[in-house]
């Protein structure tokens, strides 16, 4: 069992910055790819960025603009998303999800079988 945790959502003044992590537990990531999403209040979940495996292959959302960097440490099991330049239409819920042993990325949410349960995003005008 996969158990993920994301930690270092809360409340920052447009144009700022944070950092999201997501450690993994109950087993390490082995092979699997990593993603973040988000979901606003009144709108569906959407794909954020997505890691491979390996961290050599990354994939964003056009929303993202160069703003935001996923990376990762495997030796740590844990998966970051770096949020710079907020705007208040990134107030959201994020989610991390795991691949189980499949490396790619992905930006389907159904191709993710594990997910966390979402850290608050907050970013005032």
């Known amino acids: 069992q996969v158990q993920l945790v994301e930690s270092g959502g809360g409340l920052v003044q447009a144009g700022g910055s944070l950092r999201l992590s997501c450690a993994a537990s109950g087993r390490t990531f082995s092979n699997d790819g990593m993603g973040w999403f988000r979901q606003a209040p009144g709108k569906e979940r959407e794909f954020v960025a997505s890691?491979?495996?390996?961290?050599?292959?990354?994939y964003y959302a056009a929303f993202v603009k160069g703003r935001f960097t996923i990376s990762r440490d495997n030796g740590k099991n844990t998966v970051y998303l770096q949020m710079n330049s907020l705007k208040p239409e990134d107030t959201a819920v994020y989610y991390c999800?795991?691949?189980?042993?499949?490396?790619?990325?992905?930006?389907?949410?159904?191709?993710?079988?594990?997910w966390g349960q979402g850290t608050q995003v907050t970013v005032s005008s």
């Open positions: 999800a795991a691949r189980y042993g499949r490396a790619t990325t992905s930006s389907q949410a159904h191709e993710f079988d594990y």
């Open positions: 890691i491979s495996w390996s961290g050599g292959s990354t």
